[in-house]
């Protein structure tokens, strides 16, 4: 991470009129990974992967879709500080937000196995499979939005 460094934000390209299959297949890829989520645990592990990634433009999307879904300000406010939050979120939220950072940054090239285990308690193995895909996908999106300098604001969530 690079601090003091300002981008000029525009976007590099369009990656979706320059790599359309690509784009179609993270499209088909973010469907799948969402399927048998929790809407509101969906967007809260999309908006702390995106803070980890520094996606402005995948932040304001995914804060949109939450607020869109009745997210609660609190909760959002207080995401980058989950374990700090008290009991703002349950138990298996603070697993799902913990396997999300712990896959998001690979400290030392792996997720510790106390942070699999704890998840593992939440959630049956077909649904951690789903969270471990939603967290993959968002990473994935994040590095493009971030790569290609994606500009946020004008997303509108579809209500």
């Known amino acids: 991470m690079t601090t003091g460094t300002s981008h000029a934000h525009g976007p590099r390209m369009q990656f979706a009129k320059a790599a359309p299959e690509v784009y179609k297949a993270m499209i088909t890829l973010d469907a799948a990974a969402r399927k048998g989520v929790d809407p509101t645990l969906a967007e809260l592990v999309k908006v702390r992967a995106s803070q980890l990634n520094h996606c402005a433009f995948c932040i304001d999307m995914h804060t949109k879709d939450a607020r869109a879904a009745g997210e609660s300000e609190d909760r959002l406010y207080l ?63 994040n590095r493009i939005g971030v790569t290609t300098r994606m500009v946020p604001g004008a997303y509108k969530p579809n209500v």
């Open 79 to 141: 995401l980058n500080a989950w374990e700090e939050a008290g009991d703002l979120y349950t138990e298996k939220e603070r697993a799902a937000l913990a396997l999300t950072e712990a896959v998001t940054v690979l400290t030392d090239g792996f997720v510790p196995d106390e942070v699999y285990e704890r998840a593992a308690k939440h959630f049956e193995e077909r649904e951690l499979a789903q969270v471990i895909a939603l967290i993959l996908t968002i990473n994935a999106w």
